[in-house]
């Protein structure tokens, strides 16, 4: 309980990031399942399934990859590395002990800043093994320690969340982080969370809602978590701090347990792991090797592009977009880029159901194209007939038009006869445009583009309806 919160909500977040290594965190198994379908406990060895006598080794990419996430997440880094044993049962553990970190963590003081502007804080960011899968079987549970040993960097966050949406907004930020650093690969690697929630009306009481994957339903159970305390409240049930499951078929949270304190789980350092002592040098090394990462990108866009913030943070949420967009800006007008591949790109991207980065067209084959939207060769409708087949296919935008006889039609000799048509069996519009009706106009270009599939030329349209109609 604590006295010093003040809003209606607080939510903390407990964030288990799978590193995208090779191999487990202190064994030589493959931490990527060798197959499909691969049989339980075809990957382990002594050391990850606990057995006596079995000595751990740290895994130096997971050391890198944690240093990469720490650093992205502004977290100052431990000088050096200690690894604790959590002592719990659970079948899941075959040691009866999780190698964590407790006394120091790999990072900690940092923070996330979300697009609303607010700021949240990351207490800490570790390294730690999973445990192993429980598989339900009728009435049997089965263990399956292919998964036992596996990296993960566990992020805590303050509790500076205030709603379920801003949870969510935290998740889609350290989604991004994840995916410019490279240290998390969609195909391999799991992300879940576990949310600390508490309300005004109980005096802040916590409940924790563990292993909730997936954004929407770290929503909808923060949700449900919210209507369920307060109608317990009101109900005058005295709420205690305990430890839920989130039921995501039934949508509802369950009590596992009363909530354990850190002193229930008996932290003692790992005599098997030596402390590792993390040299300037070496934590340096790993910045430099960092990318530019997607805040820094829409800082970069802004001031060199003078594009709305908005603009760049949509371009910037996804590497590949921001990577083509800072291709494309080189060579064409920068607000013109940004209209074809914030909106129409994403649109087409978004009914595919791809990122850019699936795509097999490539930045030359796009530039080619808004080469021939800004030299008006095209009418925007061509072009973005041309964009949705581009995302199907890679081909070339110029020999495409030139093929399909996509190119503006200008000419007058060409337009006027239709427009003349359209004048004479539209007698009413005509009247309306003579009255200075913006709507009118755009019903005959609209009956020209039909008629010309799309080719015609709106601005000649309009030049020529006023010509004909004496305006």
Known sequence: MSESFTSDVVIGLEIHVELNTRTKLFCGCSRIPLRENEPPNSRTCPTCLGMPGAKPVVNKAAIEQGIKLALALHCSIAPTLIFSRKSYFYPDLSKNYQTSQFEIPLGSNGHIRLPSGKTVGIVRAHLEEDPASLVHKGAYSLVDYNRSGDPLCEIVTGPDMNSPEEARELMKELITVLHYLGV??????????DANISIKESGYVRSEVKNITGFKEIERALCYEVERQRDAVKRGEQLVQDTRAWDAVKGVTTRMRTKETEADYGYIIDPDLVPITLSEEFVNSIKDSM???HFEKVKKFVEEHSIPEEDARILAQELSLAHL???VAQRIDPKLAVRWLRHELNKVLNESEKVWSEVEA????????????DEKKITDISARE???ELIKRPFSPKEYVKEKGLEVVSDSSALK????????????????????EPKAINFFVGKVMKETKGQASPAQVNKLLK???DL
Do not use: M, N, W
């Open 291 to 293: 990318p530019e990462l």
């Open 386 to 388: 041309i964009l949705a």
């Open 467 to 469: 010509e004909l109609l």
């Open 362 to 373: 490539d930045e030359s084959q796009i530039i080619e194209l808004l080469e021939l939207v």
């Open 184 to 193: 998390f690969d969609a195909s391999t690697c799991i992300i879940k969370a």
């Open 417 to 436: 006869p239709l427009l003349q048509k359209l004048i004479e069996e539209h007698p009413q519009a005509v009247e309306d445009v003579k009255s200075g």
């Open 325 to 327: 967009f800072e291709e």
